[in-house]
């Protein structure tokens, strides 16, 4: 009735009065759009009297994903929001020429909009400069495309048993608050129900890709309401921490293992240089998992760092153990050497422990012989094992 109403008073100008085409165009816009709303009631859903579930089509445009937190296990991520339905209360087809109507946000409280909301959401914000960033469109069908910029942080539970080798799922899940099936139905689009911007760069992940589906693994609601969910399958990138933490570390490895060819009389340069790479391995583990939570399983970053440190602390027993060796040798020496020494060589009367000394000597270079190969193989042996393990 308001709708014919409208359009008898629109012909009847026409009648009356001689103004040019756009201005009448315009006065029968803001008559129609007046009598069209004028019993319409926002509150209700559009099929509450038919009892009829209300399909609303979703898609996602990612703008940003602005931080990825290991600490807070979380993400932000800045995204527009579109919904699509049709309320057949707002059918004007035949009624008018204009195919749909562009309303400002400011009417937008007039119109029915479906009660989003995201479950896993910590904080969220909507963008209002300089404007509210809200979009509605109204089409001649009773369709309604809506749209929206939100910001917004979500729980993003993590695994980091591989980490920093490792790839993450982080989801968001799409639910309606109030209403059942019965009321509402959520699904994705067909046809590219989620884009991510080209421009967009995240500084430690690749979106490898992101996947959709139209129900979700945890629905608060239980299964009377409806719930979608979108899931960003990360990997991270290990390039900051090759720079950072494995070669650094490596190096450190590698420089413990100059003691062995040092002389095993040069007990203060090689005591410290054994302390030094010591204390540097423990600050450098600690600078890696300062970022990290304290999670209660093993992480790949605790492993590397564990066996380095082993590695530089066996370097420094290995010299306390030929320091010890040599020394014992020297202070055990054999007293019959004393005897007889008549017959011995000159050398040999003077020093008589001369040979048991160079023997223990000889013994403990060969223990530093062995070790400049077998610490090596080893240390390659398990980088070789830690990259099959963590990386493929």
């Known amino acids: 009735m308001p709708l014919l109403i409208a359009c008898l008073s629109v012909s009847l100008s026409v009648i009356l009065f001689t103004r040019p085409t756009e201005c009448r165009s315009n006065i029968m816009k803001t008559d129609f759009i007046q009598a069209m709303f004028e019993e319409y009631d926002s509150s209700l859903p559009p099929n509450f009297e038919s009892n009829e579930s209300t399909k609303v089509n979703m898609s996602l445009y990612v703008n940003s994903i602005d931080s990825i937190s290991e600490q807070s296990m979380d993400f932000t991520i800045n995204a527009f929001i579109e919904q699509e339905w049709c309320d057949p209360r707002l059918i004007f087809y035949g009624m008018i020429m204009d195919e749909y109507f562009e309303l400002d946000s400011k009417f937008m409280v007039r119109v029915w909009v479906p009660d989003l909301y995201f479950t896993n959401e910590k904080r969220a914000n909507f963008h209002v400069v300089t404007v509210p960033n809200k979009m509605l469109h109204l089409y001649n069908n009773g369709c309604i495309k809506y749209r929206l910029r939100v910001s917004l942080t979500a729980s993003c539970p993590m ?130 998992i300062s970022s990290l939570p304290r999670v209660s399983y093993v992480k790949a970053i605790d492993v590397w760092m564990a066996v380095c440190l082993a590695f530089v602390f066996a370097a420094l027993l290995e010299f306390a153990f030929v320091n010890v060796m040599q020394r014992r040798q020297q202070k055990f020496a054999d007293p019959s050497s004393f005897v007889n020494s008549s017959n011995k060589p000159e050398e040999e009367k003077q020093n008589p422990n001369n040979r048991r000394f160079s023997s223990g000597k000889r013994d403990a270079q060969r223990v530093d012989n062995v070790s400049r190969v077998v610490f090596p193989a080893i240390f390659f042996a398990f980088c070789i094992i830690y990259a099959v393990v963590y990386m493929v």
């Open 159 to 288: 695994n980091l048993q591989k980490y920093p080798m490792d790839s993450q799922r982080c989801s968001l899940y799409l639910q309606s608050f109030a209403y059942t099936r019965k009321t509402i139905d959520f699904v994705w689009k067909p046809i590219k129900p989620v884009v991510a911007s080209k421009t967009m760069e995240l500084p430690q992940f690749t979106l490898v890709n992101v996947n959709t589906r139209n129900s979700c693994d945890e629905n608060i609601g239980g299964p009377d309401f409806t719930c979608i969910q979108v899931d960003f399958n990360l990997k991270r990138n290990t390039g900051f921490y090759m720079i950072q933490i494995y070669i650094p570390t490596i190096m450190i490895v590698l420089l413990s293992w100059v003691s062995f060819w040092l002389s095993i009389d040069a007990v203060p340069a090689r005591i410290s240089l054994g302390i030094l790479t010591v204390l540097t391995m423990t600050t450098q583990k600690g600078a890696a």
